[in-house]
């Protein structure tokens, strides 16, 4: 069955550290895509990465990284030099291709709180 | 600029009291979805649509209904509302339906029902 399990609820960090939230997903198919979404305190979603099954390079953007590995069936998102913008709940998500839709399986999100 | 509208935003309303939140795109996206939001336990689909009078149940369809009579609009109906549809709901769309594609979301539409 398909699930995506973000198992910390809370992560609370001083601003500058570095902080990673966790993403653990299941799916019986071979081909899936993997995103993350920011919600802020205004409520409203932000796509911040897609990844498919194919490819498991990780990927850097500014101070954002995702580490996908597909043998542990994670991944993960490392925010790094945390600012108190970055306070916001995480989503991880799962679509899987053979569905034929773009349903988005969520995750039950990890909430930052970056303290200045 | 391209972007999912909902309305109205905010809605505080009784119990049994029908209620139409409206989705609107303009992208010219063939699939569009509902899903609510709950505490601990992140967003669920409650309907979808593949096209125009193309739609089916997600995963917690109980108490709405939907319709898709043009591309760019996708209503989210209830007949009759329960304290247990408090929630957060967004509506998103995307291009095509293959799992790929970045799903945009709309706003938000926080709902209380007393």
């Known amino acids: 069955a398909q699930k995506v399990t973000q198992a910390q609820t809370e992560i609370s960090v001083v601003e500058k550290e570095d902080v990673t939230l966790d993403c653990v997903y299941e799916?019986?198919?071979?081909?899936?895509?993997l995103f993350w979404y920011k919600q802020p305190p205004s409520g409203e979603l932000v796509f911040l990465i897609r990844?498919?099954?194919?490819?498991?390079q990780n990927e850097i953007s500014g101070r954002y990284s995702w580490n996908f590995q597909k043998s542990t069936s994670s991944f993960n998102f490392t925010i790094t030099a945390s600012q108190v913008v970055d306070s916001a709940v995480y989503f991880c998500?799962?679509?899987?291709?053979?569905?034929?839709?773009?349903?988005?399986?969520f995750g039950t999100g990890t909430r930052l709180q970056v303290f200045p | 600029e391209a972007q999912v509208t909902q309305n109205p935003r905010y809605l505080i309303t009784v119990t049994g009291k029908k209620l139409t939140v409206t989705c609107s795109q303009n992208?010219?996206?063939?699939?569009m979805s509902w899903y609510r939001q709950d505490p601990g336990l992140g967003l669920r689909q409650i309907y979808y649509s593949m096209n125009v009078e193309v739609t089916d149940k997600g995963d917690v369809p109980e108490g709405y209904k939907v319709s898709r009579k043009e591309k760019r609009n996708f209503p989210l109906i209830l007949e009759s509302p329960s304290p247990n549809q408090t929630s957060l709901y967004f509506c998103?769309?995307?291009?095509?339906?293959?799992?790929?594609?970045?799903?945009?979301f709309g706003p938000g539409t926080r709902l209380t029902v007393l």
């Open positions: 990844r498919n099954s194919f490819d498991e």
């Open positions: 992208m010219n996206h063939e699939y």
């Open positions: 998103a769309s995307s291009y095509r339906t293959s799992g790929y594609n970045e799903q945009f």
């Open positions: 799916t019986r198919d071979t081909t899936y895509y």
């Open positions: 998500a799962l679509s899987e291709a053979s569905r034929g839709t773009d349903k988005l399986i």
